[in-house]
């Protein structure tokens, strides 16, 4: 089992930018597949980004040149680096990880402001 918390989120004005981490409680190097939800009021939660073990990433269109996922496997951690936000940006983004069962942090609000 895995637990995972993210951190990161939080205000920011169209065009800027942050970066969500998620941390998770042992290795993710053995992990199968992490990545990132999110889910705005009244919407259904759509996934973001998604980076495997082996290194191979995938990305929703409507991020596609803004967004980048990454991991750093010394601090079992997991990144979304978030460029050039739009207020369509505006969610709770849930981390994941993926092996026998899925596992999901609590989410981080982001919210960008026109």
């Known amino acids: 089992q895995v637990q995972l918390v993210e951190s990161g989120g939080g205000l920011v004005q169209a065009g800027g930018s942050l970066r969500l981490s998620c941390a998770a409680s042992?290795?993710?190097?053995?992990?199968?597949?992490m990545g990132w939800y999110r889910q705005a009021p009244g919407k259904e939660r759509e996934l973001v980004a998604r980076?495997?073990?082996?290194?191979?990433?995938a990305y929703a269109d409507s991020v596609k040149g803004r967004f980048t996922i990454s991991r750093d496997n010394t601090k079992n951690t997991v990144y979304l680096q978030m460029n050039s936000l739009k207020p369509e940006d505006t969610a709770v983004y849930y981390c994941?990880?993926?092996?026998?069962?899925?596992?999901w942090g609590r989410g981080t609000q982001v919210t960008v402001s026109s």
């Open positions: 042992r290795t993710i190097f053995s992990i199968n597949a």
């Open positions: 980076l495997t073990s082996g290194g191979s990433t």
């Open positions: 994941y990880a993926r092996e026998l069962y899925d596992y």
